[in-house]
């Protein structure tokens, strides 16, 4: 429900505090991984989970957004993330053990799943649609230069200061999220007659912790013959097959698969599916092949990243802005066309590709995504009816997490196959990591230009003429 604009701008400051801290948290405590490994004499694997755990426990709780939205508003779970990621600082903070930082990255994990796919639905509520566009872009900017700025961030405290320190900084951010939170957030209606679907709640939670588990810790072909990571995919894929089948016959779902139904939406979920391969297929690739073929250090693969980030922070209010006064299919389209050129130019690149060269492109791929991913999640979201947008972004998400942790395994072996053939017929390891990293970005590149004559079906399509959920079991109300 739309509400006067100066309430609004508060509401948006509340939510990209939280979401913004977040995004901040996790990029900055990947930095940590090899300090924690010396203070508690612990092994790369088992520090490994520091980044695992939160994804797998994000991953599980999102599927249960919508529901708890839709039972008891948004507004408290939203709050309720906000009090666990503080919680969970705390914890990290105060860790004297490994599986004391482990426990807080979990509780973390939850409360980003809780928050994240409530932030947009949060806004949205505080804007008309016409400006929704505008205000994603912004949102968008926040979200996207968090990950760029945090490897800095935590450099920068590891370097003066102690890993607790990569805990301690979320505090005044939580804090300041917590109180704009409860003086600005409105306290949206909740519908006591949501039934708990504990059936779907316990094959989607499983299934997704278990493939989410599997693909998190593959590195290899011989990873996935072994039972250990086989027969948690294989079962986790057949609880996800189960819980489909499930939600389509249960009166009131966990998780609404009618909202596929809605072109708009089911094609913005495709495209964001998409480029969500592309980025995280790209921050698996990219430092393989600036420092295995091009012959980069890891300190200019690190910095390499940012034009990228900078880039796509910056193109999204615009984006977002054109999307309010064009037709969503021209900037969506476009952003697809430059990712795919900026892929295919790095594939064609050889060993001797400049610097400068390398960050063009990179640049170029954030413009690209800057223009297509937010975008199309926004026409998506803006096709379904207002109480629908926390389930439409929850499976969004569900759906960009499965679709990427795929996408990501499935490059990794092929880089790993192609460069052992090429190492195998006499090539030296950076020809061989050449020859791998540009077909895997040409496939990438050919991937994202099948997304283009899918962008051009988009339009600005209003909440009433979704009318194909309609007859679903079950509505959400906020």
Known sequence: MPIESQHGSKVLISVLLGTFTVSLNNSALNLAIAELMNVFDASAIQVSWVVTLFLISMGMTMPLTGYLADRFSRR????LGLWLFLSGSLLGAMAQQLTGVLLAR???????????????????ASYPSEQR??????WGFAVMIAPAIGPSVGGLLLEVSHWRMLFVMNLPFALAALICGHLYLQPGGANRQRHFDLPGFVLVTLGMGAVLFSLGTTSSLDDLRSLDHAVPLLLGIGLLIAFVSVERRVEQPLLDLSLFA??????????????????????????????????????????????????AACCSPLAGSMIDRKPPRWVVAAGLVVTAGS?????????LAPLWVVAILMGLRGIGQGFAYLPSTTVGLNALPDGSIAQGSAMNNIARRLVS???????????????????????????????????????LAL??????PLALTLRRESPKEAAAPSTAPCRTRS
């Open 447 to 452: 991937l994202t230009c099948c997304m283009i």
């Open 106 to 124: 979990g509780i973390q994990g939850i409360a980003a799943g809780l928050m994240i796919p409530l932030s947009l639905s949060l806004i949205f």
């Open 405 to 443: 942790s795929l996408g990501v395994v499935a490059l990794s072996l092929f880089y790993d196959f192609r460069v052992s053939q090429a190492l195998a017929g006499g090539a030296s390891m950076p020809q061989a990591s050449s020859l791998a990293s540009s077909e895997a970005f040409i496939a």
């Open 343 to 351: 892929l295919f130019g790095m594939g064609l690149q050889s060993q």
């Open 133 to 138: 566009g505008r205000i994603s872009g912004i």
């Open 76 to 79: 408290r779970i939203y709050l």
């Open 262 to 311: 809605v072109s708009g939406y089911r094609t913005s979920v495709i495209i964001a599916c998409v480029q969500a391969v592309v980025t995280f297929g790209c921050i698996l690739l990219i430092p393989l092949w600036m420092q295995h073929a091009l012959g980069f250090s890891a300190l200019t693969t690190g910095m390499i990243f940012l034009p990228t980030a900078i880039a």
